[in-house]
């Protein structure tokens, strides 16, 4: 198996991604890094395996602890990162120059310039570089791959779409409690943070009716003020065969929540929520027929860190995984935060 370690950060780091490695017949978990000595002890303390693990930290400065020393380990093949949005593209480097294959979280950086120049660096290591996937669970989610099946399945041309998201960040709620989130220095907030899984999971299915976004306009608002700067955005947008459909996140609505993204064509209309997928056709008879399929709840976690796993033996990343799927969920996200910040200012899709 190979040797892995976490460089990881606050609460997700514990109980999603600890569970994924030590679920993982891919990988044994050898290390992990916080930058501060608590922090990292916290976190090899949840691991099942917590007396084998060795911790690495920066704070306070203590020989052969630091993250360097970590990189430098000839056991470690791989790392995921689980760092603050800011911190993450420098350990990105940091760990690819150490020849290590890099699984970092989402969003791939804090907006498009620092994302293109990380791309471009890594593109410039050339085909012998180790592997650098981006995580993004939602395209590991059981029901959404089978919502995108069933988009692939009716077929049609897209006639609309809608991506509708509500949820309410409460004053307690332990993500907003670190720091680095209360008081955001990055683009969206909570809208760039969670907002980029939204956004994947609705360029997934599109992309099942061969459809992307090309244009979108948008207004955005703080409805909560702790949520700085901007806690919701509604938009319209636009698919290359200029098909309009609509795109509403929020985490400030206190007593509206749910996640839902549809698709309509002109053979019938996929809709899709974290625990089922509803299908709707005409029978032969030419009557609607609506079909429902119930699922567990799935973040689908697990399933990416086994796909890095098997990416690594394999010697290529995930198509799921490659940076420039990443690049393309932010850039739809950091346009529709800069539509809302002009007033509907129509915003074109590059990549």
Not at 154 to 178: A, D, W
């Amino acid at each position: 198996m190979t040797g892995i370690a976490l460089l990881g950060a606050g609460i997700f780091a514990r109980e999603e991604h600890l569970p994924a490695i030590e679920a993982s017949p891919a990988f044994t978990l050898k290390a992990v890094y916080s930058r501060s000595q608590k922090s990292a002890e916290a976190l090899a303390a949840a691991a099942a395996n917590a007396s084998s693990i060795d911790v690495y930290f920066d704070s306070p400065s203590v020989p052969g602890k630091s993250l360097d020393d970590l990189l430098a380990r000839a056991d470690v093949a791989a790392v995921i990162i689980a760092l603050p949005i800011l911190t993450q593209p420098a350990a990105v480097q940091k760990a690819l120059t150490a020849g290590k294959h890099v699984l970092s979280e989402k969003p791939v950086a804090s907006d498009l310039d620092s994302a293109n120049q990380l791309l471009a660096w890594y593109g410039n290591l050339g085909s012998a570089a180790p592997i650098w996937a981006v995580a993004e669970n939602f395209r590991f989610i059981t029901s959404l791959n089978y919502a995108a099946e069933q988009v692939k399945k009716i077929g049609g041309s897209v006639t609309t779409f809608r991506l509708q998201m509500n949820s309410f960040v409460e004053p307690e709620n332990k993500y907003f409690n670190t720091e680095w989130r209360k008081t955001p220095s990055y683009q969206g907030g909570f809208l760039l943070d969670g907002g980029v899984h939204f956004v994947a999971g609705l360029r997934l299915l599109l992309a099942a009716a061969g459809q992307k976004i090309t244009q979108l306009a948008g207004f955005s608002a703080l409805l909560e003020e702790r949520l700085l700067p901007v806690d919701t955005i509604h938009a319209v947008a636009l698919t290359q065969d200029g098909k309009s459909g609509s795109i509403g996140i929020s985490f400030g609505t206190e007593f509206k929540s749910g996640l839902e993204v549809e698709i309509v064509t002109t053979k019938g209309a996929v809709t899709w929520n974290p625990r089922g997928v509803k299908t709707v056709t005409k029978g032969a008879d030419g009557k609607k027929v609506e079909e429902e399929k119930a699922f567990e709840y799935d973040s689908g976690v697990k399933v990416e860190v086994v796909a890095f796993g098997q990416a690594i033996e394999a010697g290529k990343a995930d198509p799921r995984q490659t940076p420039i799927e990443a690049l393309r969920d932010l850039e739809i996200l950091q346009r529709l935060l800069e539509s809302g910040a002009g007033g509907a200012v129509v915003q074109k899709i590059a990549v």
